[in-house]
């Protein structure tokens, strides 16, 4: 099947301007250009694009997508199987995060009885995936022996992160400045806080999910874009 870039555009529910913006970054060439000018695609371009919207829908850069999709190693199979696992894995999270919204609701209404422990059992669950569970129920009681005086000290360090994060960004400061080092310093000793056994390539590895996961570059950017992107860059660069 062939495609004028209009009826491709329509079929896949973006505009002819974002198609030509792919032709231009070479992240998504026509399979020819006709006499008059036209783009017209093919069933390889289709395929391609299929791609290239998967992976924007996962938060992926076009300049990262550009880098998957064009590596001569690209298999289009296995992405689509890596495709099915993150989304099922995905409705999975969202599945038991509805639950416990649904559980705190009746419980705030009176209908029935929930636990400290329920409350929080859809983000034990996913910290232990990423974590181990072993890790996280170590985390969990660590952070319930706390007292009232520390836990707010806790949150207090957590604001001036965020705090000098957002000055950071306004203002033009870089990861590799003297003030990166003490925000990631800063981040350190709160996350310090939680974890067992603190290690730097912990630490490295958490950073990087504030900008691989969009919940976390959210809560990060929720008043500055950027303040996740920069508190990944300081941590990688002075978390050694």
């Given at each position: 099947m062939e495609y004028s870039i209009k009826e491709l555009a329509r079929i896949?529910?973006?505009?002819?301007?974002?198609?030509?913006?792919?032709?231009?970054?070479?992240?998504?060439?026509?399979?020819y250009i006709n006499e008059a000018g036209y783009r017209f695609y093919g069933s390889d371009e289709v395929a391609v694009l299929q791609q290239i919207l998967f992976y924007r829908e996962r938060g992926l850069e076009l300049k990262t997508i550009g880098r998957i999709i064009?590596?001569?190693?690209?298999?289009?199979?296995?992405a689509m199987e890596e495709h099915l696992l993150e989304l099922e894995n995905e409705k999975a999270r969202t599945e038991a995060l509805i639950e416990t919204v649904k559980k705190t609701i009746e419980h705030m209404k009176g209908e029935r009885e929930m636990s400290d422990m329920e409350k929080f059992q859809a983000f034990r669950e996913e910290a232990a995936e990423k974590y181990g569970e072993e890790e996280v129920n170590a985390s969990y009681e660590k952070m319930s022996g706390l007292t009232g005086a520390e836990l707010e000290q806790w949150k207090d360090l957590e604001k001036e992160i965020?705090?000098?994060?957002?000055?950071?960004?306004?203002?033009?400061?870089?990861a590799d400045t003297e003030e990166?080092?003490?925000?990631?310093?800063l981040h350190r000793q709160w996350l310090s806080v939680p974890l067992k056994q603190y290690t730097p390539e912990m630490h490295r590895g958490i950073a990087a999910m504030y900008v691989c996961d969009e919940r976390f570059t959210k809560y990060y950017d929720r008043n500055v874009s950027g303040c996740a992107q920069l508190l990944k860059d300081a941590v990688h660069k002075w978390i050694i």
């Open positions: 896949a529910g973006i505009s002819t301007r974002t198609l030509r913006y792919y032709d231009e970054i070479g992240l998504l060439k026509p399979a064009h590596d001569k190693d690209f298999d289009m199979l296995s965020l705090s000098r994060l957002e000055e950071a960004v306004k203002s033009g400061i870089g990166g080092k003490e925000i990631a310093q």
